[in-house]
């Protein structure tokens, strides 16, 4: 049975980040294990992966002072047997301030793991002193006295394997306002102030994905300079989100009914989005849902048949914006 290719064992001062570290891990593809006794880790290494995983996928464990029977100086001893048996095994240790643990324990309210009836200093002082071993065995050291979360997230996917760090899985959705806002939706746009294919009574069975909608939609004067802004925004945006290490982008398009304009915008933002390397998943939630005139709204004035009708006499009723995060 192949061994783990790599294996890391994660550890620290209780409160400096462990579990936001192995978190982190599994999200780029580690296998993880939490607290695992170190003379079960034999075991462990011999078990049958689950159906479909790699039994060489790396191998993250956590352990610390709570881990049953901990003993760094025979964790360190253990360390050195596996790598002379040709292991490849490593160590990071999470290190923090007392003062910065302090303020997190009195925080979140809990209660030291060392210190259950003493001041959390006397746990942390008594800790840093058990680890004290590992802490000088560690090929790898973050101190997360300063960091967040997401900085120590975003450390960890740096120093362990950054090449697995991929591109956002982005997913570009359709809507019809009427039928509900998508509640997963990260960024969205209304596009309800273009011209409404609903009201031709020769488009209002086709949708967004026919050329005559299409063609219908992009006649519209404000069109091309909306859709094109939205469109650099974007490629503004995703790679942000991609160093920030978010794992999914849900950009929503709505119109009224979700099938016409809505539809359109969103294909043509997908290609303009392959064209710059991305790979959206194009998803249109009202697209099979029947036209209906009563959610629709009423006709514009002129009877050319779209929403655009409010901008009459009265004035320019401009579109409403519900461009924002989720």
Not at 85 to 106: H, K, N, P, Q, V
Not at 134 to 161: G, M, Q
Not at 258 to 281: D, K, M
Request: net charge neutral; charged share 30%; proline share 6%.
């Amino acid at each position: 049975m192949t061994r783990p290719g790599r294996i890391l064992l994660v550890t620290g001062m209780s409160g400096a980040g462990k579990s936001t570290a192995l978190k982190s891990l599994e999200d780029i593809g580690w296998e993880t294990v939490d607290n695992l006794p170190l003379r079960l880790l034999g075991l462990l290494l011999g078990t049958t992966p689950p159906e479909g995983a790699s039994d060489s996928r790396p191998l993250a464990l956590g352990i610390d002072s709570r881990t049953r029977g901990f003993d760094a100086e025979a964790i360190v001893t253990r360390i050195k047997v596996m790598r002379q048996a040709g292991d490849d095994i490593a160590t990071l240790f999470l290190d923090c301030s007392g003062s910065e643990l302090e303020r997190r324990y009195a925080e979140t309210r809990r209660r030291h793991p060392l210190a259950l009836d003493r001041p959390a200093a006397d746990g942390i002082a008594r800790e840093r002193e058990l680890l004290s071993p590992l802490r000088r065995w560690a090929e790898h050291l973050i101190d997360t006295t300063t960091n967040t979360s997401n900085d120590l997230r975003l450390e960890v996917r740096e120093r362990f394997d950054a090449e697995s760090i991929t591109a956002p899985t982005l997913t570009i959705m359709s809507f019809g306002f009427s039928r509900g806002v998508p509640r997963n939706a990260d960024l969205m746009f209304d596009m309800r102030f273009l011209r409404n294919p609903h009201w031709d009574s020769e488009l209002r069975p086709l949708s967004g994905l026919d050329p005559a909608v299409a063609d219908y939609v992009a006649q519209d004067p404000a069109y091309e300079e909306a859709v094109s802004r939205i469109e650099d925004l974007l490629l503004f945006l995703i790679p942000r989100y991609h160093a920030d290490a978010k794992a999914y982008v849900t950009i929503a398009f709505g119109c009224t009914g979700g099938r016409h304009r809505s539809v359109h915008v969103a294909e043509r933002v997908a290609a303009r989005l392959r064209n710059a390397a991305f790979s959206p998943t194009v998803l249109h939630r009202d697209l099979r849902s029947r036209p209906d005139d009563s959610t629709e709204g009423r006709p514009e004035a002129s009877g050319a048949g779209n929403e655009m009708g409010r901008m009459t006499s009265k004035g320019v009723s401009g579109p409403k914006s519900e461009i924002g995060s989720s």
